[in-house]
């Protein structure tokens, strides 16, 4: 399975925060993908493995029934006994040779890079995109400090997989990320946060688009 760029302008990024219940949650999951999202990654870091695997079975046949692509954060496991479409993983995480030796060819990796070298290593090892940032100072993950937007450039520019920015990244400032090479954005707050889920998507999307073509 191959990304195009075009399929990466808005990777919605789940956080249960904001919802109520499991029906809650997949409801916002749903109404991102109406928006707009064409891509979802399930991040989930204090289930137990039991509800993780019952989750992410929802979770990815949701996806297959919209036509999304459906990541799995951090757990390979679960992301083949689901058969999600991939999985992501972090440079503290389980690196991406040893992601693609477990998944297998067909799936997709993607892999969190701070810097060229980082971005460089993991292409190398076989990922299929990039998640750069953090973009901005980021209420989600407060210990994420953001690098410039000059290192998101050398990063797009060093590389030939799409690469997504993620962290702090809103409608009020997605704009400031025009010009850097991007594929899209990756959000959580900005659209599982609010309100409307459905039009929030919908405006990420357009203005992700936007700032791509730059």
Known sequence: MKLTSEQMRLYAVTDRAWAADDDAFFRQIEAAIDGGASIVQLREKQLEDAHFLEEATRFVALCRQKGVVSIINDNVEIAVQTGADGVHVGQEDLEAGRARALLGHGKLIGVSA????????????GCDYLGTGAAFVSDTKSEAKP????????????????????????????????????SGVAVVSALFGQRDVREAAAELKHLSEEICQK
Do not use: Q
């Open 114 to 125: 701070h810097t060229v070298e980082e971005a460089r290593r993991a292409v190398a090892a």
């Open 147 to 182: 690098i410039s937007h000059d290192t998101i450039r050398a990063i797009t520019a060093a590389v030939e997989v799409p690469v997504v920015a993620i962290g702090g990244i809103t409608r009020e400032n997605i704009r400031e990320l025009g010009g850097c090479g991007l």
